[in-house]
């Protein structure tokens, strides 16, 4: 089973979380098997008080609620990308074509295409 988003980030130093390369790297480790949509929130909100997220951190993000199938999850961590002003690049459209189709939301891939 997987650990819960606040153990996790008592394994790593101020300093590893506070880099943007280090935290995607200690995000890709996280084991987000029996992640729930609260979780990705709750891992959102700890990211952010260390970093600011940019376009990969956002990535990851998008992959993970596109593995646990959640459309809600997916359409909140795009709505925060764009608050921050992190504007989605062909990556990014890629993750979240994929995201979108692992729950079969085929109205939101053609809205990627536009």
């Known amino acids: 089973m997987s650990c819960k988003v ?10 590893q979380l506070s880099d943007v390369r280090k935290h995607s790297q200690i995000l890709k480790s996280l084991d987000t098997k029996y992640f729930k949509e609260k979780d990705i929130k709750k891992l ?6 260390y970093i600011i997220p940019d376009n ?13 199938r959640s459309e809600k999850c997916i359409n909140f961590i795009y709505d925060e990308m764009l608050d921050m002003q992190c504007y989605p690049n062909i990556f990014n459209y890629n993750i979240l074509i994929k ?3 692992q729950i079969n939301k085929e109205d939101m891939i053609k809205l990627c295409y536009e």
């Open 99 to 101: 995201a979108y189709a």
């Open 44 to 49: 959102y909100h700890k990211i952010c008080d």
């Open 56 to 68: 990969f951190i956002f990535n990851i993000l998008i992959q993970i609620s596109g593995k646990i």
């Open 6 to 15: 606040e153990e996790f980030y008592k394994y790593y130093s101020k300093e």
